[in-house]
């Protein structure tokens, strides 16, 4: 469920309310091994599976989804996410699930499908939420089709858990105090795990996200459609209130979720 992975109140509020709605995309990006279809998966099983028709079109299917239609893509048979997501639009479902939109047949048709009553959620390859937007446009998918179908763009990271069996507290030496010092990292104790045999040694159990939600508000949308520069359109969507995925990361070492390496390991900030 999307309540497991990790995300914040405020952010998990949003991407329920993005998820619940009528038409329009909801896009997921990170790199490969990220969690994006795990997200994908979760945010579908918010809806009312027994009274919507919802189809996927995946490479590969990654797991079953109790009441939803998964088509996989197979090109040796002709089978592309284009042309399953032409004759998916033909059946009329409420909800389609994109796995990648990976070239500009497919953003096509995927815009078109959000355009005209159907939610489409999918997945990019991009550093951050803001980096999907001059992704679509090399897409070929004009500024005005962006601002009109994008609801939101979700990125995410996965980080290793600190072992719930052998946490501890630890004062940051020197080379850390001077690493946190430029960051929003203000706790003078911080925690890792020491390793036991719940860990196999590691120090770390599990994996949990952290993430970074641009919501389309009108004043993004309006950036988007004259091309506003990546620094413009960052800086609107946080006055209105994004958090980059850095200061999620922080949160969730301040609050001993996570280590300081793993958070550097997946985010340049």
Same mark, same amino acid.
């Given at each position: 469920?999307?309540?497991?992975?990790?995300?914040?109140?405020?952010?998990?509020?949003?991407?329920?309310?993005?998820?619940?709605?009528?038409?329009?995309?909801?896009?997921?990006?990170?790199?490969?091994?990220?969690?994006?279809?795990?997200?994908?998966?979760?945010?579908?099983?918010?809806?009312?599976?027994?009274?919507?028709?919802?189809?996927?079109?995946?490479?590969?299917?990654?797991?079953?989804?109790?009441?939803?239609?998964?088509?996989?893509?197979?090109?040796?048979?002709?089978?592309?996410?284009?042309?399953?997501?032409?004759?998916?639009?033909?059946?009329?479902?409420?909800?389609?699930?994109?796995?990648?939109?990976?070239?500009?047949?497919?953003?096509?048709?995927?815009?078109?499908?959000?355009?005209?009553?159907?939610?489409?959620?999918?997945?990019?390859?991009?550093?951050?939420?803001?980096?999907?937007?001059?992704?679509?446009?090399?897409?070929?998918?004009?500024?005005?089709?962006? %601002? %009109?179908?994008?609801?939101?763009?979700?990125?995410?990271?996965?980080?290793?858990?600190?072992?719930?069996?052998?946490?501890?507290?630890?004062?940051?030496?020197?080379?850390?105090? %001077?690493?946190?010092?430029?960051?929003?990292?203000?706790?003078?104790?911080?925690?890792?795990?020491?390793?036991?045999?719940?860990?196999?040694?590691?120090?770390?159990?599990?994996?949990?996200?952290?993430?970074?939600?641009?919501?389309?508000?009108?004043?993004?949308?309006?950036?988007?459609?004259?091309?506003?520069?990546?620094?413009?359109?960052?800086?609107?969507?946080?006055?209105?209130?994004?958090?980059?995925?850095?200061?999620?990361?922080?949160?969730?070492?301040?609050?001993?979720?996570?280590?300081?390496?793993?958070?550097?390991?997946?985010?340049?900030?």
């Amino acid at each position: 469920a999307l309540g497991e992975l990790g995300m914040g109140a405020e952010v998990l509020a949003q991407v329920e309310r993005l998820a619940g709605r009528p038409h329009g995309m909801l896009l997921v990006t990170g790199p490969t091994g990220s969690g994006k279809t795990t997200t994908l998966y979760a945010a579908l099983q918010r809806r009312d599976t027994a009274a919507e028709k919802i189809i996927t079109v995946e490479d590969p299917v990654e797991y079953q989804l109790p009441g939803i239609t998964q088509v996989p893509v197979h090109r040796q048979a002709g089978v592309t996410f284009g042309s399953a997501l032409r004759s998916i639009l033909r059946q009329d479902p409420d909800v389609v699930m994109v796995g990648e939109m990976r070239d500009a047949e497919t953003a096509e048709i995927a815009v078109q499908a959000a355009m005209t009553g159907h939610l489409v959620v999918s997945t990019l390859h991009t550093n951050d939420a803001i980096g999907a937007i001059p992704r679509l446009l090399d897409l070929g998918v004009p500024e005005y089709l962006v %601002a %009109a179908t994008v609801e939101g763009v979700l990125a995410q990271r996965l980080v290793r858990r600190i072992c719930d069996g052998c946490r501890e507290e630890y004062r940051p030496g020197a080379e850390q105090v %001077a690493l946190l010092a430029r960051r929003p990292v203000r706790r003078v104790t911080l925690w890792r795990g020491a390793g036991c045999s719940q860990c196999r040694g590691t120090g770390y159990r599990g994996r949990v996200g952290i993430y970074e939600l641009l919501v389309m508000t009108d004043e993004v949308k309006d950036a988007v459609v004259r091309r506003a520069p990546r620094s413009e359109l960052r800086a609107i969507a946080e006055q209105a209130g994004m958090r980059g995925l850095h200061v999620d990361g922080w949160a969730k070492v301040e609050s001993g979720i996570t280590t300081v390496e793993e958070v550097l390991r997946v985010v340049q900030s």
